[in-house]
């Protein structure tokens, strides 16, 4: 029997993904399950910039990266600096579905926020879901937002467009919950599941990235 994709994106850019990604795939492991992790495309690598290398240091679970650009920018944008073509998004698609025959979880780490540009063409990680349904791969999404001032917006905002496209999100993780919680995040912290009416899954302690590993 095959395995699920789960696409895990975010809020904005630096709201925690990559460990977040991390955290679910320690997770499934623990629990019994095979996991792997794919990241369809990575920019920033002139920078040495590299989720795939993150994810693998925190977890030892083996990622594929299929597309990397140079420039810490949106994909499109840097595809377009850079003059190189990178594939449609949903091209991804069929290699991913196929780790699912090996794996019960496929993580997928986006880019960025949701509605990120992922190639030229314009298609984003909704399309990218889009292709993996059509091709009979059982796919959802988390969302993984900040603690902070401005999330319930964000967050908001995300909810709204994976409904507008028929997803109902699993659930959503606090990427980083800093140590000494102000008003504004013990607040947000009840208030994400209330306005958005998906469930808080967790919220990772702040730092937790400076471990040499998960468990």
């Keep these: ?32 399950e095979k996991v792997t992790v794919v990241k369809p495309v990575q920019t920033g690598t002139d920078d040495g910039d590299c989720d795939a290398a993150e994810i693998h240091r925190l977890t ?15 994909p499109d944008t840097a595809a377009r600096r ?3 073509k990178i594939p449609a998004v949903a091209a991804y698609a069929p290699t991913i579905s196929a780790l699912t025959r090996d794996n019960d979880l496929v993580l997928v780490e986006g880019a ?3 509605l990120v540009r992922l190639d030229t063409d314009g298609g984003t990680l909704l399309d990218l879901a889009d292709a993996l349904l059509v ?9 993984v937002t900040s603690a902070g001032l401005g999330t319930l917006n964000h967050t908001e905002l995300t909810v709204a467009a994976l409904r507008a496209r028929g997803y109902e999100p699993d659930g959503l993780i606090i990427g980083s919950w800093p140590g000494d919680p102000g008003l504004a995040e013990r607040c947000n912290r009840i208030d994400l599941p209330r306005v958005t009416g998906v469930p808080l899954l967790f919220g990772i302690p702040e730092g937790i990235d400076n471990h040499s590993q998960l468990t």
Excluded: C, D, N
Aim: net charge positive; aromatic share 2%.
């Design 1 to 32: 029997m095959s395995g699920r994709v789960v696409i895990v994106t975010g809020t904005s850019t630096g709201v925690g993904k990559t460990v977040a990604t991390a955290t679910l795939a320690s997770r499934a492991r623990t629990s019994g």
């Design 135 to 143: 091709g009979g791969t059982p796919t959802s999404f988390v969302v």
């Design 82 to 84: 850079a003059g190189v």
């Design 60 to 74: 030892g679970i083996e990622v594929h990266e299929l597309t990397r650009l140079g420039e810490p920018l949106a």
């Design 112 to 114: 960025g926020g949701l």
